[in-house]
């Protein structure tokens, strides 16, 4: 079932993400961005466990500014995602081309 990159951009910096799971999304983001110098893999339970903190916490799904020390920048509260942030870090369209491969 794909979609495709037309009908997920909804406007410059910003990509729908209302297909995938959000524990999808965010392994995806932080295996794709520049590691952090003590990089430790994350598993979408793992994420999952942290976004069950969270949201336990406060209520609702995180802004993640870093997650493991990986430089992330996003906010996964809603079904659109803001690029811009993540981009800056990690390269032009980095989170684009990364949410175009989980299809």
């Known amino acids: 079932m794909g979609i495709n990159s037309q009908e997920r951009l909804e406007e410059e910096g910003t990509v729908n993400i209302s297909n995938f799971r959000k524990t999808q999304v965010v392994k995806a983001l932080y295996d794709a961005a520049k590691p952090a110098p003590h990089y430790d893999p994350m598993s979408e339970d793992d994420i ?29 509260s809603t079904n659109s995602l803001d690029t811009r942030s993540y981009n800056q870090t990690h390269g032009p369209r980095a989170a684009e081309q990364v949410i175009e491969n989980l299809t």
């Not at 069950?52 to 996003?74: A, H, Q, S």
């Open 48 to 76: 999952q466990e942290y976004f069950d903190k969270y949201e336990n916490k406060y209520g609702r799904l995180p802004f993640i500014d870093y997650l493991n020390g990986v430089d992330m920048k996003i906010d996964i």
